[in-house]
């Protein structure tokens, strides 16, 4: 499955300077999704890499950040960390596909 460079560390660098809160979607190596919330997505993505972020992560290593959402509180965040757990594999995909093709310019899908 092919999501694009959503995980591009200038990317997630401007997006960590600011005062905010991001729910993000990782890809991981056994083809599912692991969905969390950070302020800082470069720090927290390179820990889940290193096996030392999510329980889940250590077990199935993430290979890419297939979405992410800017949230102004971590209670924002949190709720919405919880709607996107509930969407389904098929669903959790087509918001990845769609967030990639945004990445590189292509538009909503």
């Not at 959503?6 to 990317?11: E, G, I, L, V, Y």
């Not at 959402?69 to 596909?97: D, G």
Request: proline letters at 2%; glycine letters at 6%; one cysteine or more.
């Amino acid at each position: 499955m092919q999501f694009g460079t959503a995980q591009h560390f200038d990317s997630l660098r401007s997006l960590s300077h600011f005062n905010m809160w991001f729910v993000y979607i990782l890809y991981c190596e056994n083809k599912s999704f692991y969905v969390g919330i950070t302020d800082n997505l470069e720090k927290r993505y390179r820990t889940h890499k290193e096996g030392r972020g999510a329980k889940y992560t250590r077990s199935f290593t993430p290979e890419a950040i297939v979405y992410v959402e800017r949230c102004k509180t971590k209670s924002q965040a949190l709720k919405r960390e919880i709607q996107l757990k509930n969407l389904s594999h098929a669903e959790k995909e087509k918001l990845a596909n769609g967030y990639s093709k945004l990445k590189k310019g292509i538009g909503p899908t």
